[in-house]
């Protein structure tokens, strides 16, 4: 870190890139007093991580049952299973002004969004987590259901003990790698706002930019690269005290 700072306070320092475009990296980390004092950081930053984490949270209640029906139940994923998959590859920025036009420019608008940008995600990955679990060729795996069967589980019993398990751990992995890219759509949703109001970090970014404030931007972005780390980090060792199991 402290080599790229002094790389960067060189290449800022001998105008190789415009200060206007490139500003020092000093100056970078003392805007952030200002965006304390004037631009209420604390209120936009928790704005920003209170919409990411209630996101999840409604995209874990929505993809869940909607997948494991499709997983658990051939005649469902046959009709749907494809079209399920193939919401991956909507293009969910251009989808922004259809959750606008619908919800109008609150919170839930961008909850909306960015819950859809995770479901969509997670619904083929939880299918295919519970037909790698279900495929006879994967011994690794499909030795749970085998032993299941052996000792004589009902159907809801291997749902309990066996699937949620299994799949929950297994996705959990994902979710947490999914953390760069909804803090990516975070900061895309929140462009999307009105003036003269707390509307997360996303929105102080486009602020500062359009302001020419290219210090105080440039601080944003390293706060929201350190808050989706602290994020990261947390998940991770969440994960190890919810799956003591793996």
């Avoid at 790229?4 to 805007?31: C, M, Q, R, Y």
């Avoid at 051939?74 to 919401?87: M, T």
Wanted: glycine share 6%; hydrophobic share 50%.
């Amino acid at each position: 870190v402290t080599i790229i700072i002094l790389f960067w306070h060189l290449i800022a320092k001998n105008e190789i890139v415009p200060t206007k475009i490139l500003p020092d990296p000093f100056k970078v980390i003392g805007s952030i007093s200002t965006l304390i004092t004037e631009n209420d950081l604390f209120s936009n930053l928790w704005y920003t991580v209170r919409l990411n984490l209630s996101s999840y949270l409604y995209a874990i209640l929505i993809a869940f049952p909607i997948a494991f029906i499709l997983g658990l139940f051939p005649v469902f994923d046959v009709l749907f299973g494809r079209y399920a998959s193939a919401l991956r590859f909507i293009p969910c920025p251009s989808l922004i002004g259809i959750f606008v036009a619908i919800f109008g420019l609150t919170f839930t608008t961008k909850a909306a969004f960015l819950t859809f940008a995770i479901v969509i995600f997670m619904i083929p990955e939880i299918v295919n987590t519970i037909h790698n679990l279900q495929n006879p060729k994967n011994d690794k795996d499909n030795v749970y259901l085998q032993t299941a069967h052996t000792l004589g589980m009902t159907a809801l019993q291997k749902l309990r003990y066996v699937y949620i398990p299994y799949v929950t751990s297994n996705v959990y992995n994902s979710l947490v790698g999914l953390t760069g890219i909804s803090y990516s759509y975070v900061v895309i949703s929140e462009l999307i706002y009105k003036d003269g109001t707390v509307n997360g970090i996303g929105a102080l970014i486009n602020t500062m930019t359009r302001q020419s404030n290219m210090a105080e931007a440039y601080a944003l972005i390293l706060i929201v690269i350190g808050v989706g780390c602290l994020q990261d980090f947390t998940f991770r060792k969440l994960g190890k005290v919810l799956f003591k199991f793996k």
